[in-house]
């Protein structure tokens, strides 16, 4: 059975810090794997997917690594921001039996930049 | 391109109630997730429809139920509700092989 796991669950850091968010997941056949974030009250945005046959993708400030051999995914934010404050989520798709499978999340990230 | 749209986005309901929640997916996606979060066990997969028909399905009780219409909207819909089943339902939709999820704002469903 899938599990995936986030740590630390809270993270505090000053404005302009470069920071490193884990996920884990404990079976590596996976399909991809997604980063998302989560503002107070509201739905997910979609932040970086990473599919099974890629090591890295980036956008703007962030970079999210995959090593499926080991089970892990980072998500690298620099020059952190106050806007930047949210939950941030990890959620790794199964391959499935012969469908398509299914999205497993963690628990989250809950991030803090303080100005 | 609108995003995905959740109908309605607050519900107070009734223990033993029934209750239909709704979900139009990003115009051509074809594909529609549903999940609940709440605090006590985080986002938990549902299921999901492709082309009206379910192709995949998570640990809930039969009381959930969805379906999804010829024009890839989907309604959810929970019977006899409990108190447990407040939370957060968010509607989810993707497009193609990449299965990249863009989600709704989500229905917050509160049950007294």
């Known amino acids: 059975k899938q599990e995936v796991t986030q740590i630390p669950a809270a993270l505090s850091v000053p404005e302009g810090e470069n920071l490193v968010l884990n996920c884990s997941f404990t079976?590596?056949?996976?399909?991809?794997l997604q980063w998302f974030r989560q503002d107070p009250g509201k739905g997910l945005t979609s932040l970086l997917l990473i599919q099974s046959s890629q090591r890295e993708q980036t956008s703007g400030r962030l970079n999210a690594s995959l090593d499926k051999s080991s089970g892990r995914s980072t998500l690298y934010i620099a020059a952190s921001q106050p806007g930047d404050s949210a939950t941030y989520l990890c959620a790794v798709r199964t391959t499935g039996s012969g469908n398509t499978g299914k999205l497993i999340f963690g628990q989250g990230t809950t991030l803090q930049v303080k100005p | 391109k609108a995003g995905v749209t959740q109908t309605p986005r607050y519900l107070i309901k009734t223990r033993g109630q029934q209750v239909t929640l709704s979900c139009s997916p990003i115009?051509?996606?074809?594909?529609v997730s549903w999940y609940q979060q709440t605090p006590g066990q985080g986002l938990q997969f549902l299921f999901e429809y492709f082309s009206e028909t379910q192709r995949n399905k998570g640990n809930f009780p039969g009381r959930f139920s969805g379906r999804q219409f010829s024009n890839s909207r989907s309604e959810m819909n929970v019977s006899t509700l409990e108190l447990g089943d407040s939370a957060l339902y968010l509607c989810a939709s993707s497009a193609g092989t990449a299965f990249e999820q863009y989600f709704g704002p989500g229905t917050r469903l509160t049950v007294t």
């Open positions: 115009s051509g996606h074809r594909s």
């Open positions: 079976d590596s056949a996976i399909y991809n």
